[in-house]
């Protein structure tokens, strides 16, 4: 570590992993090429049944920032919650581990958190081969992501010291922790956001909030009913969402019926 990056902040880069060992070297070497160096790699493992954690071994054995522990959890927030408990930065962002990192990633966050004690520094990302980023809190009413336009994942650095504010992550959404999470900070009108004006990496194509269209649709609209202020403009919304998207929610309903008993 530089004499410069020891008058930075600690960032932690958080994971939650399992069964990710087709992806997981591609966000190491990203990490591992970061040119700020006053950084930590904290993975929680969920028992995985490939060989993540052995290739987890095999990269702390040469990255003394990487820290991991593999055991049983509910889910990618329970485990993101681990490896916020067990780190040790100032600021922290998270990491699917399809994710990669821009290499000046980490240096511009922590250059951004010089400027002016931000609780939130929101950076651009790649996101399905077009860039994706802009802050608009007066969107929120429609929802999370009408208001951040970027990734909770590699777009946003948050300060740690938030979660003993607000609580972690909720294990009432299963899929969009973070957007209550982002909600909540929003909310509350004590948080500072800032966006930046950067690209901090790749936002991975795999995350599971597109693979479930009516789990992400009913948790979105719990969030919007717990941190808005009017119910019946949200249950008109959350109407008006499903008419516009029944094709495709339809189609998943009958991929999950039941077959019949003969």
């Known amino acids: 570590m530089s004499a410069e990056d020891g008058r930075k902040p600690r960032i932690s880069v958080i994971t939650a992993t399992r069964n990710v060992e ?14 700020y160096q006053n950084f930590e790699w904290i993975v929680a493992d969920g028992l995985s049944t490939d060989s993540t954690v052995t290739l987890l071994e095999r990269f702390a054995a040469d990255s003394p920032w990487l820290r991991y522990r593999s055991e049983p959890d509910f889910g990618v927030y329970d485990g993101l919650n681990k490896a916020l408990r067990m780190s040790t930065g100032e600021y922290y962002v998270v990491a699917g581990a399809d994710d990669l990192f821009a290499a000046d990633a980490l240096s511009n966050y922590a250059k951004w958190c010089q400027h002016g004690n931000p609780d939130v520094v929101l950076a651009a990302v790649m996101k399905h081969g077009r860039l994706a980023g802009g802050f608009h809190p007066e969107r929120a009413w ?43 900070l929003l909310r509350s009108g004590s948080v500072k956001f800032v966006q930046a004006d950067f690209v901090a990496g790749t936002f991975g194509e795999d995350g599971m909030s597109g693979r479930n269209k009516l789990q992400v649709l009913a948790e979105t ?3 919007q009913m717990l ?5 019946l403009l949200q249950i008109l919304l959350f109407l008006g969402k499903i008419m516009m998207r029944y094709p495709a929610l339809k189609v998943e309903l009958q991929k999950l019926k039941l077959p019949r008993r003969t």
């Not at 941190?227 to 119910?231: M, V």
């Open 22 to 35: 087709s992806t997981i070297a591609q966000l190491h070497a990203s990490l591992a090429a970061q040119t």
């Open 142 to 184: 429609i929802s999370h992501p009408k208001a951040f336009h970027g990734s909770h994942s590699v777009g946003m650095l948050f300060k740690t010291g938030l979660h003993q504010r607000f609580g972690f992550y909720s294990n009432r959404f299963p899929l969009l922790a973070d957007g209550y999470f982002l909600k909540t």
């Open 221 to 223: 609209w719990q969030i």
């Open 227 to 231: 941190t808005e202020r009017s119910p």
